[in-house]
């Protein structure tokens, strides 16, 4: 049965104008003036008046994670599911082997956590030690498992973090596979010292998470990060960046020629540290590394400017959810508190409302910040990200003149807070199509538990963000 979009605007990252759409066997076949049903059974969308944007892809997602002391809430069913209704039908989540652990026994555990999964998804390697077996390892998962980019994390010593030794092997394979590195930086044994300092002295509620979390220590990660691939001419990838420093490490970096890229979430562009400071121990739903920082020292500019000149390429939303319940591990000592939110579903409508709609960028950025560079960046490019006969039929039709608000009373998250709560957005999805199946529609998920497909990734040699993308900023959509 195939399906027929009619009369909506198409976005992509380079282009706006008005057509139909034909998808059938789930792909996108055609595009098109006056496009007719081809079969009896075919359904058929009136997108008058809606945009039709390829479906977006979180590059940055944690389900069912096993993480400090308990698990996220969401599966990559209820996971999968919310970010279906929040616009995003592709995720990357991250395989995460314990530390000692091979990187293909952590690849079999995690094939079994996603076959749940209800859209397609790929993982990023965790390389959370270095052994005699982890440079071959590390080869099989490239050329055989076709997972073509790998994490390290800077921090959270004691359990997954690297040393610089660690982090120097890793860029250096990576270099040799072609594959890209993605940073988590944070310098961890700074933190680790904060920590422990900051709880011997009785300050454990979780407005003291920031506190042994400044940004300088991300600013000083991330340069050494940025130097440790420049070693060995590795592309990199650095995630959920959150402050000024940072934002001028990968600048810098970028001006030398480095290939390079950054990544924020809507939770370091639209909080501010405040929340830590909430009430009946409110703030620990805000708790995730690194911090959400203060609204006075120039970083939340740095980084809307940074998406906006180019500098940035990708806006993931590093969903992690934990409840509160799961969050009260860490009432007596916030170094306890589970790191990490929820966020999947409501990256789209913050970006359409605090991107858009403030003429902060316009469309095509967005779907390039959101869809388009991370499927370039980890060789999902043109089977999504994109618009085009041939592609994935993933699509979202979005209507402009819905207004609403963000709450954790209608989310599909498993989560029962909500980091956005209250806020006011504009425009929403009404209908939701995944491998080219209705699946989400008029506030209704129809969701197939298992249909998500893992998509094998090749390397590519470019991987380039979205060019168009950064040219049109600016422009107001
Ligand atoms: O606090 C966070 N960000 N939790 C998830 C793990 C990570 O560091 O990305
Ligand atoms: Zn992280
Ligand atoms: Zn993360």
């Given at each position: 049965m195939?399906?027929?979009?009619?009369n909506g605007?198409?976005?992509?990252?380079?282009?706006?104008?008005?057509?139909?759409?034909?998808?059938?066997?789930?792909k996108?076949?055609?595009?098109g003036?006056?496009?007719?049903?081809?079969?009896?059974?075919?359904?058929?969308?009136?997108?008058s008046?809606q945009?039709?944007?390829?479906?977006?892809?979180?590059?940055?997602?944690?389900?069912e994670?096993?993480?400090?002391?308990?698990?996220?809430?969401?599966?990559?069913a209820?996971g999968?599911?919310?970010?279906?209704a929040?616009?995003?039908?592709?995720i990357i989540?991250f395989?995460?082997?314990?530390?000692?652990?091979s990187?293909?026994?952590?690849?079999?555990?995690?094939?079994?956590r996603?076959?749940?999964?209800v859209?397609?998804?790929?993982?990023?390697m965790?390389?959370t030690?270095?052994?005699?077996?982890?440079a071959?390892?590390?080869?099989?998962?490239v050329?055989?498992h076709?997972?073509?980019?790998?994490?390290?994390?800077?921090a959270?010593?004691?359990?997954?973090?690297?040393?610089?030794?660690e982090l120097?092997?890793v860029?250096?394979?990576?270099?040799?596979?072609?594959?890209?590195?993605?940073?988590?930086?944070e310098?961890?044994?700074?933190v680790?010292?904060?920590?422990?300092?900051?709880?011997?002295?009785?300050?454990?509620?979780?407005?003291?998470?920031?506190?042994s979390?400044?940004?300088a220590?991300?600013g000083?990660?991330?340069?050494?990060a940025?130097?440790?691939?420049?070693?060995?001419?590795?592309?990199?990838?650095?995630?959920?960046?959150?402050?000024?420093e940072?934002?001028?490490?990968?600048?810098?970096a970028?001006?030398?020629g480095?290939?390079?890229?950054?990544e924020?979430?809507?939770?370091?562009?639209?909080?501010?540290?405040t929340v830590f400071?909430?009430?009946?121990?409110e703030?620990?739903?805000?708790?995730?590394?690194?911090?959400?920082?203060?609204?006075?020292?120039?970083?939340h500019?740095?980084l809307?400017t940074?998406?906006t000149?180019?500098?940035l390429?990708?806006?993931?939303?590093?969903h992690?959810?934990?409840?509160?319940?799961?969050?009260?591990m860490g009432?007596?000592?916030f170094?306890?508190?589970?790191?990490?939110?929820?966020?999947?579903e409501?990256?789209?409508?913050?970006?359409?409302?605090?991107?858009?709609c403030?003429?902060?960028?316009?469309?095509q950025?967005?779907?390039?910040?959101?869809?388009?560079?991370?499927?370039?960046?980890?060789?999902?490019?043109?089977r999504?990200?994109?618009v085009?006969?041939g592609?994935?039929a993933?699509?979202?039709?979005?209507?402009?003149?819905s207004?609403?608000?963000?709450?954790a009373?209608t989310h599909?998250s498993?989560?029962?807070?909500?980091?956005?709560?209250?806020f006011?957005?504009?425009?929403?999805?009404?209908?939701?199509?995944?491998?080219?199946?209705?699946?989400f529609?008029d506030?209704?998920?129809d969701?197939?538990?298992?249909?998500?497909?893992f998509i094998?990734?090749?390397?590519?040699?470019?991987g380039?963000?979205h060019?168009a993308?950064a040219?049109?900023?600016?422009r107001?959509?």
């Amino acid at each position: 049965m195939g399906l027929l979009i009619k009369n909506g605007e198409i976005v992509t990252a380079a282009d706006r104008f008005v057509a139909d759409l034909y998808c059938d066997g789930g792909k996108v076949v055609a595009i098109g003036e006056s496009l007719e049903k081809r079969g009896a059974r075919d359904e058929v969308l009136d997108a008058s008046g809606q945009f039709v944007f390829p479906g977006f892809i979180d590059p940055h997602v944690h389900m069912e994670l096993p993480f400090m002391g308990t698990v996220s809430a969401d599966d990559f069913a209820s996971g999968m599911a919310s970010g279906i209704a929040g616009g995003t039908t592709c995720i990357i989540d991250f395989c995460i082997p314990a530390r000692g652990e091979s990187l293909l026994e952590g690849l079999k555990t995690w094939r079994e956590r996603s076959r749940k999964a209800v859209a397609d998804y790929s993982y990023h390697m965790a390389i959370t030690g270095w052994g005699d077996k982890t440079a071959e390892e590390m080869r099989l998962v490239v050329q055989e498992h076709g997972i073509t980019s790998f994490k390290v994390f800077m921090a959270y010593k004691g359990a997954i973090m690297v040393d610089d030794g660690e982090l120097y092997q890793v860029m250096k394979q990576a270099a040799k596979l072609g594959a890209v590195v993605m940073v988590h930086a944070e310098n961890g044994e700074a933190v680790y010292a904060l920590q422990k300092e900051l709880v011997a002295a009785g300050m454990l509620g979780p407005e003291y998470h920031p506190v042994s979390r400044p940004s300088a220590v991300e600013g000083e990660a991330t340069e050494r990060a940025l130097m440790m691939a420049a070693l060995h001419g590795t592309r990199a990838y650095i995630v959920h960046m959150t402050c000024k420093e940072s934002v001028q490490a990968l600048e810098r970096a970028k001006l030398r020629g480095q290939k390079c890229y950054g990544e924020t979430c809507p939770q370091y562009l639209l909080l501010d540290d405040t929340v830590f400071t909430k009430p009946d121990f409110e703030g620990a739903a805000y708790v995730m590394s690194p911090p959400i920082r203060p609204p006075h020292l120039g970083h939340h500019d740095a980084l809307w400017t940074g998406l906006t000149s180019g500098m940035l390429d990708s806006i993931g939303t590093d969903h992690c959810p934990f409840t509160m319940e799961q969050k009260r591990m860490g009432k007596d000592n916030f170094t306890l508190i589970p790191n990490g939110a929820a966020g999947i579903e409501d990256r789209l409508q913050l970006l359409y409302t605090y991107g858009v709609c403030e003429g902060r960028f316009d469309m095509q950025r967005m779907v390039a910040l959101g869809s388009t560079n991370p499927a370039r960046i980890f060789g999902l490019y043109p089977r999504k990200g994109v618009v085009a006969v041939g592609s994935d039929a993933d699509l979202v039709l979005y209507d402009p003149t819905s207004e609403g608000v963000r709450s954790a009373k209608t989310h599909h998250s498993k989560c029962d807070r909500n980091i956005f709560e209250g806020f006011k957005v504009r425009g929403k999805p009404t209908c939701v199509v995944v491998n080219g199946r209705v699946q989400f529609r008029d506030g209704k998920l129809d969701v197939e538990r298992g249909a998500g497909r893992f998509i094998k990734r090749e390397v590519t040699k470019s991987g380039a963000p979205h060019a168009a993308g950064a040219a049109a900023a600016g422009r107001t959509g």
